[in-house]
């Protein structure tokens, strides 16, 4: 995947908008970042509840990985967007989004 299509869908979900994140694109809803486009590394870092970061990592570990530190025991997971498909980058996006959304949009 391209750091284009994280763009186009990550704005697809309701209320998201773009901003920035230490010079770094990212996708806010509620004020708040799910997710973080690293676009050099060809990643982004999602903010996921823990359940839904085991889930992911154990299912594909050669995509998702845990960030170093307290920042990965919160769930903020590093997805490797070189050998994502569409569908697993969309999976995420939603866990992520759902995770910050504030409960009247979920």
């Known amino acids: 995947m391209l750091p284009e299509d994280v763009r186009i869908l990550a ?3 309701p209320e998201t ?3 920035a994140h ?4 990212d996708f806010r809803v509620g004020g708040r970042v799910f997710a973080t486009l690293w676009v050099e590394e060809d990643r982004v870092v999602l903010r996921l509840a823990p359940a839904d970061q085991a889930e992911l990592c154990e299912a594909e570990p050669d995509l998702f990985t845990p960030l170093d530190g307290a920042w ?7 997805l490797d967007l070189d050998l994502c498909e569409e569908e ?3 999976a995420g996006l939603l866990a992520a989004w759902r995770t910050t959304a504030p409960a ?3």
Do not use: C, D, K
Not at 22 to 25: C, H, I, K
Not at 72 to 78: A, Y
């Open 17 to 19: 908008v773009a901003g």
């Open 22 to 25: 230490r010079g770094n694109p």
């Open 88 to 90: 697993t980058l969309r």
């Open 72 to 78: 990965g025991r919160r769930g903020w997971t590093n």
């Open 11 to 13: 704005l697809m979900l």
């Open 104 to 106: 009247v949009l979920r």
